[in-house]
């Protein structure tokens, strides 16, 4: 039926082709519903042929001229014919590809390699690269791709960095952006007002909204300034008079993926601004040991107090959810084994 009336059961219309028909042509459109209808052709063909192979295997055992066991290994047979065929069309050969592409999918080039000769830590804004993800294999870079975005980021990224605005790239530790040159080779160019990994700031602008928040950031001084919104519970802590150590200092000594460690000296109490991305579902900051609160500060960063002297500020990433679900399996663990001892004691008991 498939076969003789496919033309009048089926139109091969497909919900995006009016924007294909726009953007490529009616001839294209013609193109693409013919091969819509071969494929259609060729795969009613192809479930033909598996069900009269089917029905004839069926044919032959009520006949009492194909064992049991045939009958099983013939089904066998088409059904791995089945399975196969149609998962070809997904992974075949062409998929695969040596290992040492897929271990190194990205090969350093020269002007990698001078990045990473920088022992310090550090963002890098790569202009030149159209694999997103290539300069974050390397070192940490404000481009990329994953499919759960961080929104403000996100949105950080859209209203500012994609416009290569110079006063956020500063703010994040871009120290490095790589562009082209007259010739179009790419060279890396060093970007000497990169903030730094984290900052004293002389004062804190309160904002009423997201919006304000993010408007500022065009024209802030992120070296002295830092912006925040007031119904932030954090600004109950700031004080009115921002006091600053022109020589003071935070340096990090420890920068790992789910741990930074920061070392400050100052001869008064200040506020510090730190080039990470806030996110409070984990992330727990310390001070000298003791947990300290801390805030989100120029739309994306984090920022805190830090008193006079000299201490250790650590952020750890510390998820409860991960804690929660530690417990769950330690527990389920716990159960199973008390389950397994006792179904062997009953069952011994009773032998016995």
Known sequence: VFLLFKSSLFNFVGGNDGYYRQNFGQQFMDALIADRKTFFTEDTLRTLVLVLLSAGTIYLFLKKKLSETKVIMAFAVLIVI?????DRRY?????????????????????????????????????????PAKASYFYNSLTGYHAAKLKRYNELYDFYISKNNINVLNMLNTKYIIAEDEEGNPFPYTNPDANGNAWFVENIKLVNSA????????SLDTKKEAVMMAENGY?????DDIMIDTTATITVEVYEPNYIKYKSKSAVDGFAVFSEIYYKEGWNAYVDGQLTPYSRVNYVLRGMNVPAGEHVIEFKFEPEVVKTGSRIALASSIIFV????????YNFKNTD
């Open 82 to 86: 089945d399975l196969v065929g149609v």
């Open 91 to 131: 992974v075949n050969n062409d998929d695969f590809v040596p290992s040492i592409k897929m271990n190194k999918p990205y090969q350093a080039t020269e002007v990698d390699k001078a990045i990473m000769q920088d022992p310090e830590h550090f963002r890098v804004y790569d202009l030149v690269s159209r694999a």
């Open 211 to 218: 919006n304000e928040e993010i408007l500022a950031l065009d």
């Open 235 to 239: 600004a109950s802590f700031l004080k």
């Open 338 to 345: 008390l389950l397994l001892i006792g179904g062997l004691f």
